[in-house]
């Protein structure tokens, strides 16, 4: 069985940080990929950012490059969204999903199992 599970989100004004978490167990931690999305009230669920589980390769969606960092610790069992600089146009609920064989990483659909959310909210 699959289970992840995010924490962190919260309430920052802009120019600000906050790092999320995606506690991952099961199969969800031998997976091909782990992603970042994030989804705003009216529009589409968006890539964010991905971390191989070999670690060798992140990706990030253009409007979080430089600010947002994707890390993880193995022992935990754990991935991060370290977000800086934050803006008002960064709130949104943040997902993280697994996505278990080689598929678009970028493709929302793609992905397999998904967390439950949290909210970032950037106040101006």
């Known amino acids: 069985q699959v289970e992840l599970v995010e924490s962190g989100g919260g309430l920052v004004q802009a120019g600000g940080s906050l790092r999320l978490s995606c506690a991952a167990s099961g199969r969800a931690f031998s997976s091909y990929f782990m992603g970042w999305f994030r989804q705003a009230p009216g529009k589409e669920r968006e890539f964010v950012a991905a971390m191989s589980w070999s670690g060798y390769s992140t990706h990030y969606a253009n409007s979080v490059k430089g600010r947002f960092t994707i890390s993880r610790d193995n022992a935990k069992n754990t991935v991060y969204l370290q977000m800086n600089s934050l803006k008002p146009e960064d709130t949104a609920v943040y997902y993280c999903?697994?996505?278990?064989?080689?598929?678009?990483?970028?493709?929302?659909?793609?992905?397999?199992?998904w967390g439950q959310g949290t909210q970032v909210t950037v106040s101006s």
């Open positions: 999903a697994t996505l278990l064989e080689d598929r678009d990483y970028v493709d929302f659909s793609s992905y397999d199992y």
